[in-house]
């Protein structure tokens, strides 16, 4: 049993896999909590949908359900500043070799390639998009 799952799953350019099945709801205790922070990506939960800071919640089977899209909205200047905070060094990177030299040298900066020169170079982006090359 669980009083609240956190579902924060990434798959980076796809749609997040359904983890949590409607079924699965029962082995929760009635008032427990998912919240879904992959949301933006459709959801980790069957029972996810969409809400907003402003009505944030739902109820499913006894569940409450928490699944506010761009969650990092309701902090915008700190949510901005861990941003940029995290991403400048690869921006100083990206400036400082170009494109093709940084992701050759930098693992991290290939795999977040998403499109290059007109063409979609992540499959998961690919997959996604019903899009085969």
Do not use: F, W
């Not at 409607?22 to 949908?49: F, K, P, W």
């Not at 907003?52 to 089977?61: A, G, I």
């Not at 901005?80 to 040298?105: C, R, S």
């Amino acid at each position: 049993m669980a009083d609240i799952i956190i579902g924060a799953v990434l798959v980076p350019g796809g749609k997040t896999p359904v983890l949590i099945k409607r079924t699965m709801l029962g082995l929760m205790r009635r008032g427990s909590v998912i919240v879904d922070v992959s949301v933006d990506q459709g959801g980790c939960a069957e029972t996810t949908r969409p809400t907003t800071h402003n009505n944030p919640v739902y109820e499913v089977d006894g569940i409450i359900h928490y699944a506010v899209a761009n969650m990092p909205g309701a902090y915008p200047r700190t949510s901005t500043l861990a941003l940029t905070n995290i991403t400048l060094p690869y921006i100083k990177i990206l400036a400082g070799k170009g494109i093709e030299e940084a992701v050759e040298q930098y693992q991290g900066l290939k795999s977040a390639l998403n499109t290059y020169k007109g063409r979609i170079t992540n499959k998961a982006l690919a997959d996604s998009l019903g899009i085969r090359e």
